[in-house]
């Protein structure tokens, strides 16, 4: 079969220098102008790629197109290698266009396209073949890694030609600083690459997405990329959150354990002033939350939230104080005092049969209105200011009564005052008993 097919070539060959000697001296001259073209071809392993040559100017002149090994694949129309994957696309006097499918790396070379002219011409056309890079893998993990460790991943692809360029990714921000090898494959065609990527770890890289990505020509701008989450074990970290910033005596005060830590903390514990809970029933535990019911003065203190897990344990501190409910606004009263109480006293005594006292004493109605709230001390002080008050004012009107008694003279003694001396007086004073039982005196 080796000696049929080299007999074959051999008959092209001698064909095309046949037709060269039988090509006349009229159109070597036309022949000057003619001229084969190529291009070079670019094609991803296990593509196709299309070689053509055309010639602009053609007097029927044959094109043969040959691989890197000088063998010819077609001269005109006619297949000369038996290679099923080399397809005839187009063949006339001005192009010659074939097909080579499922390229592989070693199809790479320099083909050439030859026009039977006097003398022959040519033309080159380089068919580069590009490895595609194996989809990468990362390497180093070991799950978990506690916090503060140095971790060392390293991503690696091989097959690649030209060589690939890795990158690495964290929280969507590219890492530049990492280490780069190359290595040739033992085809001597393509190349192995390997990036590795060190780093010192803390919580925040928890659940994190470390990418390796693969550029490569070959991809078609669809890099490939390996992908590692991380998982990283860490300390609880403890937040106390109070429900109100200003708590006040006789409300209600939840407090909020919060903690985060991987593994996730166990039940929280609390305390107060570094012992236990002082009231149980008062101060209700659930889950993370410490809730007391009804605060007062005794509440006041330092409460502490300790979380642990299998890495340690944390803590956390609120100090607690407990405020005054404020007094509400009382609208503004007037209390009676000494100079402003009203005390009214009207004293009549006349000779006449019917004598009347009217003694009336009065006082403002309003002078506890508006007097609410739950302050009883306020109320006893009131009371107390109107009590003595009160007392004040009886004790100005007996004063005042003292006086008027001092100053009252009877019917007796103005007889006596009437009489030039004492056995007149007594005279005139016996007169006047006859109308003793109409004259009396009131005193109040």
Known sequence: MIWKRSAVLRFYSVCGLLLQAAASKNKAKGSQGQFPLTQNVTVVEGGTAILTC??????????????????????????????????????????????????????????????????????????????????????????????????????????SKPAADIRWFKNDKEIKDVKYLKEEDANRKTFTVSSTLDFRVDRSDDGV????????????????????VLEIHYTPSVKIIPSTPFPQEGQPLILTCESKGKPLPEPVL???????????????????????????????????????????????????????????????????????????TTVAITTSPTTSATTSSTRDPNALAGQTGPDHAL???????????????????????????????????????????????????????VNAEEKKEYFI
């Not at 997405?209 to 590692?228: F, S």
């Not at 149980?280 to 659930?286: I, L």
Request: charged share 20%.
């Open 379 to 433: 109320i006893g002080g009131i009371v107390a200011v109107v009590v003595f008050v009160t007392l004040c004012s009886i004790f100005l009107l007996g004063r005042y009564l003292a006086r008027h008694k001092g100053t009252y003279l009877t019917n007796e003694a103005k007889g006596a005052e009437d009489a030039p001396d004492a056995d007149t007086a007594i005279i005139n004073a016996e007169g006047s008993q």
């Open 270 to 344: 609390w305390t107060k002033d570094g012992g236990e809970l002082p009231d149980p029933d008062r101060m209700v535990v659930s889950g993370r939350e410490l809730n007391i019911l009804f605060l007062n003065k005794t509440d006041n203190g330092t409460y502490r939230c300790e979380a642990t897990n299998t890495i340690g344990q944390s803590s956390a501190e609120y100090v607690l104080i407990v405020h005054d409910v404020p007094n509400t606004l009382l609208p503004t009263t007037i209390i009676p005092s000494l100079t402003t109480a009203t005390v009214t």
């Open 209 to 228: 997405a470390v990418i390796c990505r693969v550029d490569h020509e070959a991809l078609n701008a669809t890099p490939q990329v390996a992908m590692q």
């Open 54 to 159: 055309r010639v602009d100017q053609n007097d029927n002149t044959s094109l043969q197109w040959s691989n890197p090994a000088q063998q010819t694949l077609y001269f005109d129309d006619k297949k000369a290698l038996r290679d099923n994957r080399i397809e005839l696309v187009r063949a006339s006097w001005h192009e010659l266009s074939i097909s080579v499918s499922d390229v592989s790396l070693s199809d790479e070379g320099q083909y050439t396209c030859s026009l039977f002219t006097m003398p022959v011409k040519t033309s080159k056309a380089y068919l580069t073949v590009l490895g595609v890079p194996e989809k990468p893998q990362i390497s180093g993990f070991s799950s978990p890694v506690m916090e503060g460790d140095l971790m060392q991943l390293t991503c690696k692809t091989s097959g």
